[in-house]
């Protein structure tokens, strides 16, 4: 199977965000959710003070945690953009030939053939696969590039791997199947 396509800043935050969400360390996979909600607590105690005690400079530093916990999602947002902006390989036209053996991608300023014993996992939701070859170093390849056909050609190969989010590909299978009926 042979793929021309681009990786634009949306697919490469969309691969971040399953990244973040699968992964196997705890604070990394709580930055998304847990970390921000914990700091609208901590707000919202902080606002309570405020309203009950009346003002105090004391509240001041006292706020700063909760708004840092707050701003964890656009500040890592931010870094993601800025590390897209900076990975040169990624922009231009890009090539990705998968076989039996392995996948291949070619780019301006890249070129590497991995065979699937390399690969340790990959993950899937409905907008990009992530391929890992080790923690945290990931090829993605975004969906939107590929026939449904090429699709399910791709998941073949990937099974390979082994170690794959089968619930969550399972579980993608259903919905797309369900929006076809």
């Known amino acids: 199977m042979h ?8 697919d490469f935050l969309d ?4 990244a973040i969400k ?11 959710v847990v970390l921000p909600l914990f700091g609208a607590a901590l707000m919202a105690f902080v606002s309570y003070s405020l309203v009950t005690q009346g003002f105090s400079w004391n509240l001041i530093p ?6 840092l916990l707050l701003a964890l999602p656009g500040w890592s947002k931010r870094i993601q953009k800025k590390a897209y902006a900076k990975a040169v390989s990624m922009h231009g036209l890009l090539a990705l030939d998968v076989d039996e053996m392995g996948m ?8 590497s053939k991995v065979t699937w014993s390399h690969f340790s996992r990959f993950y899937e939701d409905e907008k990009v696969f992530i391929l890992y070859q080790h923690m945290p170093v990931f090829n993605l390849i975004p969906k939107r590039i590929l026939s449904p056909e090429q699709v399910i050609e791709l998941r073949s190969y990937l099974r390979v791997i082994g170690k794959s989010s089968e619930a969550e590909s399972n579980k993608l299978s259903s919905a797309a199947g369900a929006k076809r009926s």
């Open 15 to 18: 691969a971040q965000k399953l």
């Open 62 to 67: 006292a706020a700063a945690f909760p708004l």
């Open 22 to 32: 699968n992964s196997p360390n705890l604070l990394t996979r709580l930055t998304r």
């Open 3 to 10: 793929i021309d396509y681009e990786i634009s800043e949306q």
């Open 104 to 111: 291949q991608f070619q780019g301006p300023t890249v070129s």
